[in-house]
């Protein structure tokens, strides 16, 4: 390239200027404000054509700023390279652009008041920002080092959380940032600059927690629901406001995270009975429990409305709301239509943390595929049609009607397998194929991930008990996935494998990784297939007490069809459907509905296997039996 200074007017506009739109004026006057001041930076790219002038490829603004800013010469870099180039220059000019980030660019005004002793008007000239920008930049001046870190890589708080942060003394900050931070470093390494790691998206630092802890507002104690025990073992030291009104409690303290602290302790050990504890989402408002709704004033009060109780993050004081029910899972259901309330107990957190679930779930779903691998070469045909009955009951199947949401570009396992086992419309009657094809659509659909959307659910899990995919699982000792305990939760998966009580986390890490190593193989309990049957038993059981309170509503609307009592009452009908049923036939009601449900496993998979033909009576017998010795895991007890 050529270095030439010509006239700013001279240069001619590239008719293929990839920016179409039009420029705008008080853009462009910022920056001939700056270039006035610091001159032009980069050069504007130009190539000379056949009459000798110049026609710009990059940096047409450039030189509209320079007319503005009534320069008469400016450097250009002439260039010589490809023409078929100029387009790609162009473009990529204005495309591959990254801003400089607020501590960046609080790091730039600062060098330029201590080294070039600039004054601020100077500088906001320079930057064409005004001074009040820059006054807002000063707040980053007294942020702890890895706190500007953590702005750099876009992980920073928000502007409320970083006015407090910036308000508190760096000593200060210092001392929160080490104690939250006390278990991410090595043992001879300082908490205090630990920084987050710009590759790790889950490596975030709880900062509303940190903005509580370095908060100078007044925490008043008539806001507070604990008593003084509470407060005194959380330090609470109470400073009577001598300002406040006379009539009021007016004692407070400044320590956010110690009231707090107090504020949980009573949500956890004071709850009022039928009291729900509410998760705060995004903004500090609550997030409504499954199965209930906001209670809004016009609505008229029911016996059955509980309340809802939450700490506002930003007061620190527990707030109230009235909930009502619509449908809990797994909650009792009375025959007057009302529903047995048994008060939650208050939230503690997992053992396992979400991440560590879904790890779970992907390390489950290679043991289920490999187990179905495993089975290949001589899997009884009734154990296939048992899957594939889990398999279509499983939450991430659906059947759509709708031609408009099929997928040609690639066909489905379902689809070729149906090709492969009837391509003339006639089955093929071949084992081998049959197996294959049935197990490559298993593992197309049966998968143990935790997503509500996609995941197959206890299905996938009892389809694992059936192959024995526990066999297949790997084992669980590496570090991703033991960092995903918490405290206890670490604690608890040490002791069970008999090892001495560590005084942290990661120490008991280790002490897990040594003890199993790289050659051994260490499962927990809560990874396993094996506690999906009490999880499926219960889901089972609720079915049938939804059915059985269904069909006794529906039993209070037809009541003169039913004996009312007799001998000649059935029993079924009796326990499920009358209202004068006693307690003893309805519990065995959901027994019963248990049982039939099994039965009508057992005699879709009879006709589905002969063909839709009515089975002889001694053959379905033996076939119940052997279908009911493989379905123990799913029998009702």
């Known amino acids: 390239m050529e270095l030439r200074f010509v006239d700013p007017k001279s240069l001619v506009d590239n008719p293929n200027n990839p ?71 162009a473009g990529s000019e204005n495309t591959i652009r990254q801003n400089m980030t607020q501590a960046e660019q609080w790091r730039f005004v600062d060098g330029m008041r201590r080294e070039k002793h600039m004054s601020d008007a100077q500088i906001a000239r320079a930057l064409m920002v005004t001074p009040a920008y820059l006054k807002q930049l000063s707040v980053l001046a007294g942020l702890h080092e890895p706190i500007l870190d953590a702005i750099d890589i876009g992980r920073g708080p928000d502007h409320r959380e970083l006015k ?39 490596d975030e630092a709880p900062w509303t927690e940190i903005a509580r802890a370095l908060s100078q507002d007044r925490y008043y104690a008539r806001d507070a629901r604990f008593d003084r025990d509470m407060g005194r073992a959380r330090g609470i030291a109470w400073t009577e406001d001598l300002f406040g009104e006379g009539s009021q409690d007016n004692r407070f303290t400044e320590d956010a995270r110690a009231y ?52 506002n993050p930003g007061s620190l004081k527990i707030e109230e709301i009235a909930l009502r029910e619509s449908s809990v899972p797994g909650a009792a259901q009375r025959r007057d239509g009302t529903r047995e309330i048994v008060a939650e107990k208050p939230k503690e ?36 049609i048992a899957a594939l009955l889990l398999a279509l009951h499983a939450n991430n199947v659906s059947v759509q009607g709708d031609s408009s949401h099929e997928h040609y570009r690639q066909p489905s396992a379902r689809a070729l397998a149906v090709q492969a086992l009837f391509p003339d419309g006639v089955l093929v009657r071949d084992p081998g194929l049959l197996r294959h094809h049935a197990l490559t659509v298993l593992k197309s659909v049966m998968n143990c991930g935790v997503s509500l959307h996609s995941g197959s659910g206890l299905s996938a899990q009892i389809m694992g008990l059936m192959f024995d995919a526990d066999a297949h699982m790997p084992s669980m000792a590496f570090e991703d996935f033991l960092r995903c305990y918490s405290k206890p939760g670490i604690m608890n998966a040490g002791q069970a494998l008999g090892l001495a009580s560590q005084e942290t986390g990661k120490a008991m890490r280790q002490a897990i990784l040594a003890h199993v190593g790289q050659d051994g193989r260490w499962v927990p309990e809560a990874a396993g297939f094996t506690d999906a049957v009490q999880a499926w038993k219960a889901q089972i059981e609720y079915a049938t007490r939804q059915a059985a309170a269904w069909a006794a509503a529906d039993g209070d609307d037809t009541e003169e069809e039913f004996p009312e009592d007799g001998d000649d009452a059935d029993v079924e009908g009796d326990s499920a459907g009358s209202p004068g049923a006693d307690d003893e036939a309805e519990d065995e009601a959901p027994e019963a509905s248990g049982d039939t449900l099994k039965e009508q496993l057992v005699e879709t998979a009879l006709v589905a296997t002969l063909h839709g033909q009515p089975p002889e009576q001694d053959n379905a017998q033996a076939v119940r039996a052997h279908l009911e010795s493989h379905l123990e895991v799913i029998r009702v007890a």
């Open 349 to 384: 957190r997992a053992e396992i943390s979400g991440t560590g679930l879904r790890i779970i779930g992907d390390v489950r779903t290679q043991a289920l595929h490999a187990a179905l691998d495993a089975a290949e070469p001589g899997v009884d045909p009734w154990d296939l």
């Open 260 to 311: 707090a602290a107090a504020q949980e302790d009573w949500l956890a050990q004071c709850l009022p009975e039928g009291g729900l504890l509410l998760d705060v989402g995004e903004h500090g408002r609550p997030a409504m429990p499954e199965g209930f709704g906001l209670v809004y004033s016009y609505m008229a009060k029911c016996e059955t409305d509980r309340v809802g109780y939450f700490l």
């Open 19 to 89: 920016r179409s739109s039009a420029p705008n004026i008080e853009e462009d006057r910022r920056l001939a404000f700056n270039i006035k001041a610091v001159g032009v930076i980069h050069s504007p790219i130009v190539r000379e054509m056949e009459d000798g002038r110049l026609m710009i490829i990059a940096g047409h603004r450039r030189r509209r700023a320079s007319v503005l800013a009534k320069l008469p010469t400016i450097h250009v870099l002439v260039t010589t390279t490809d023409p078929k180039l100029d387009g790609l220059i």
């Open 164 to 202: 407090i942060i910036a308000s508190a003394s760096p000593e200060d900050q210092r001392a929160v940032w080490a104690e939250l931070f006390a278990e991410c470093v090595e043992d001879d390494g300082d908490p205090a600059e630990y920084r987050l790691n710009a590759e790790d998206p889950d």
